[in-house]
């Protein structure tokens, strides 16, 4: 039999937690502000900053479970499988009868089908934006150079496809089942919650890499100007090595 993965007081505590967390760091921005204006660090001041460094991580950790929490809930409760108060008295989850039965399946699931768009066409912006920077470096004479971060770029790319392969295969309902169907015999699939988290995450990487192989490449092309033209080079950027 499977657990419950929350229950009710667990949701109530994150929702508390992260209401806490989250007003402390409002309190603790404008005390910082109010510190700033005025030029004088008090004890106030340090305890807020100290506020500002540590409630943030917590927070978004307890505001991500009472999502996730709320989410699965709905998920159960479309089965018609009831949360319990807490785990301890009802760690197993029960079928009822309206749970195991038959509700109407759609071929494919709309979550995954979304979240595999969703990456197929990041991989596509990824390959516009180094076609563009491409044809940007390869006209100053940077061939070299793109050639060699293009390599590493396409290792990203195809990592983006392979994820965006594991969303399409997840949108079989024959295959994969939703976080909250009881049913032993599918596997569970990522829920669009955690999957448009995890691509913002990984999506926030991607840029980062962008941009240094740009900024390296720039650097590259600067550097070699610099050794052609010397101190005047600056009035040459742009033109081709």
């Avoid at 540590?54 to 699965?72: E, G, K, N, Q, R």
């Avoid at 295969?169 to 995890?198: H, V």
């Amino acid at each position: 039999m499977k657990s419950y993965k929350y229950d009710k007081t667990e949701q109530k505590i994150f929702l508390i937690v992260g209401c806490i967390l989250s007003v402390a760091f409002v309190i603790a921005l404008v005390v910082v502000a109010l510190e700033d204006r005025s030029g004088n660090v008090d004890t106030a001041g340090v305890i807020a900053t100290l506020v500002l460094f540590f409630t943030p991580l917590p927070a978004l950790a307890c505001w991500y479970s009472y999502i996730d929490s709320f989410m699965y809930f709905k998920r159960l409760a479309k089965h018609g499988i009831e949360v319990p108060l807490h785990k301890k008295d009802q760690p197993f989850i029960v079928e009822t009868a309206s749970s195991a039965a038959e509700l109407p399946m759609e071929r494919y699931s709309r979550e995954s089908t979304i979240l595999a768009v969703i990456t197929y066409m990041v991989s596509a912006g990824i390959l516009i934006w180094f076609i563009t920077y491409a044809v940007r470096f390869c006209m100053v004479g940077c061939g070299d150079a793109v050639l060699f971060m293009g390599f590493w770029v396409m290792v990203l790319v195809a990592l983006w496809i392979v994820g965006a392969g594991v969303y399409r295969r997840q949108r079989s309902n024959e295959k994969y089942k939703d976080e909250g169907d009881p049913d032993p015999m599918r596997k569970a699939r990522t829920s669009i919650f955690k999957g448009i988290l995890t691509i913002l995450i990984c999506l926030m990487v991607t840029v980062m890499i962008c941009r240094t192989v740009e900024s390296m490449t720039d650097y590259n092309y600067r550097t070699k100007l610099e050794v052609k033209f010397g101190d005047s080079w600056r009035d040459h950027y742009g033109e081709h090595l």
